[in-house]
């Protein structure tokens, strides 16, 4: 089962990445924000709560992220300079999935049923940001073995680092890092 598991992580991020229904484009005006009066007062003051301290963690723009913590008080906090979509949800049910596609990486998250915002997966885009353990798109296959150790399960290309709430996958072609994922392991 074990080995199963990151086919089936494989598939299911095929399925999220597949239209399952039509996209919609928002302008620069309909970003805005809306919450409660404590999402608020989070954005303003820089402050962010990751969700479980036990998962891997990235920190972007100086902005520490986790999946599955509250996506609002980040996303305000990592600045306006996206493009943004959003879809229906292959994966939670009754839920909307927004992409926030920044230069170097990009955040998607789902809704929770409580209605607010939280963080499914970060992707690394290029070698301009690196993991906190010095990984980045481009890195060798000795480097990812020297950050992360040989605790992982393989399908394919990708590696599947599992700590708490957070599967970190790696992907590797012809020794060299080329994808990077932050994913919540549901």
């Not at 309909?30 to 303003?44: C, I, M, T, V």
């Not at 999935?97 to 885009?125: H, N, P, Q």
């Not at 992982?152 to 994808?179: E, P």
Request: aromatic letters at 12%; glycine letters at 6%.
């Amino acid at each position: 089962m074990k080995k199963l598991f990151p086919l089936l992580v494989l598939m299911l991020l095929s399925l999220l990445l597949s239209a399952c229904g039509a996209q919609a484009n928002e302008s620069e005006e309909s970003r805005a924000e809306s919450g409660s009066a404590e999402q608020s007062a989070a954005s303003d003051s820089g402050e962010t709560e990751p969700a479980d301290e036990s998962g891997y963690r990235i920190v972007l723009r100086d902005v520490e992220i986790a999946v599955d913590a509250e996506a609002a008080p980040l996303i305000a906090a990592l600045g306006d300079d996206y493009s943004y979509s959003e879809d229906a949800s292959c994966f939670f049910e009754n839920s909307t999935e927004r992409y926030y596609m920044y230069t170097d990486f990009s955040i998607v998250t789902y809704t929770g049923t409580d209605g607010a915002e939280y963080v499914y997966y970060v992707k690394l885009l290029d070698d301009l940001v690196q993991t906190p353990e010095g990984l980045y798109i481009g890195a060798s296959e000795a480097e990812v073995d020297a950050a992360y150790g040989s605790d992982y399960d393989q399908n394919g290309d990708y590696r599947y680092y599992l700590r708490g709430n957070t599967n970190l996958q790696i992907r590797l072609t012809d020794g060299s890092v080329t994808a990077i994922i932050y994913m919540l392991n549901v």
